[in-house]
């Protein structure tokens, strides 16, 4: 017999998780119909990723002029050949917005992300390991007085002055945001692994003999991963715009420049006096600010009504063909504990 062939999944098996995680998109599908701001959201998210995406790829696609490349029209108004009109140099505005669009999601994702991680995994640590008294409980209280230590600044002006002793620079200027953005996300992940660890759920795992890691892992983590979602997404916006504001206010990226960024592109169109007289110039990066800000605030909050069982099951039912009150949720994970024998906990908003 071949060795092999008890890893591999049973037919049935396949078909039942095809059709769980068909069940699973069409009840999305209905959640989004069900919430028009949440589906604006889902496809400006799509559209600016896809469009960040050909950016970094085939940039010609999506930008008539390269960066840095002149017209002989210079601050001209919106027209069919300058959708966004030119600056003073003769640079098309919509091709610089559009090339600064990589650099700027990624980074906001990356700061995000780095933020989510590790900040989770010290908000995890001090909230299960928190007895008095113990060594794991000292290191519990020393994340904590270190993470008052870095909120007691606000973010915004403490990223501002470690940017400016780091020097220029994109990167420079990210890393400064990261020093200063996970401690948003230890207070967060501490208060809900708080509320999940006492649950009588976790008590039988505890008096069962598992081990603690993996009770974090298994039944801790599931229940905290959504709200953090949640932040997650609507965050990507909140960090987009801090870091717009340092490159407002300090201009960590000099432009004109091969790698534009929004943040520059309106410091240098506001200090050369072009505002003034010619509004479209600030216009493009400021509006590619809002309109990602937007896209993402509106995703969170249609994913805060999509993690969320209750929420979830109302707004599937308003589609046709909704979900009785008694049907399986198959949004919910397969490795969650029965609701028979314990009870499932309710994932609170980090709002």
């Known amino acids: 017999m071949d060795p092999t062939s008890t890893q591999r999944p049973s037919p049935a098996f396949a078909s039942r998780a095809l059709r769980s995680t068909a069940r699973a998109f069409v009840m999305f599908l209905r959640v989004l119909r069900a919430n028009p701001l949440t589906l604006v959201g889902f496809i400006l998210v799509v559209v600016i990723v896809g469009a960040a995406g050909l950016m970094a790829v085939v940039p010609h696609v999506l930008a008539p002029y390269g ?49 989510l991680i590790f900040g989770g995994a010290l908000g995890l640590i001090s909230g299960y390991w928190d007895t008095p008294g113990t060594l794991a409980g000292a290191l519990s209280t020393l994340i904590l007085r ?43 992940v501490r208060g809900e692994t708080l509320a999940v660890k006492h649950l009588p759920y976790v008590t039988a795992a505890k008096a069962a003999g598992v081990t603690d890691g993996r009770i974090v892992l298994r039944h801790i983590l599931r229940n905290v991963l959504e709200p953090v979602v949640v932040y997650f997404s609507m965050d990507i916006g909140t960090v987009l715009v801090t870091f717009s504001t340092i490159g407002f206010v300090v201009v960590p990226i000099p432009y004109p420049s091969a790698t534009p960024e929004w943040g520059s592109m309106m410091s240098y169109y506001q200090n050369s006096g072009l505002i003034t007289s010619y509004p479209w110039t600030i216009l493009g990066p400021g509006a590619a600010i809002f309109i990602t800000v937007l896209a993402f605030s ?26 009785s009150a008694g049907a399986p949720d198959p949004l919910r994970s397969a490795s969650a504990p029965p609701a028979e024998s314990t009870p499932v906990p309710e994932v609170r908003s980090p709002s």
Do not use: K
């Open 67 to 115: 960066p840095l490349q002149a017209s002989n029209d210079f601050v001209q108004g919106p027209s069919v050949h300058h959708l966004l009109g030119t600056d003073g140099n003769g640079y098309d505005i919509y091709s610089e917005v559009m090339y600064a669009l990589p650099l700027d999601l990624l980074l906001a994702v990356a700061i995000a992300g780095f933020a």
């Open 146 to 188: 270190i993470t008052d230590v870095f909120l007691a600044f606000p973010s915004l002006i403490l990223a501002l002055a470690i940017t400016v002793g780091l020097g220029l620079g994109a990167w420079q200027a990210a890393l400064a945001v990261m020093l200063t953005w996970w401690p948003y996300y230890v207070r967060l």
């Open 298 to 323: 509106l995703l969170g909050d249609g994913l805060r009504d999509i993690l969320d069982p209750r929420s979830r099951r109302v707004l599937a039912g308003t589609g046709t063909g909704g979900i």
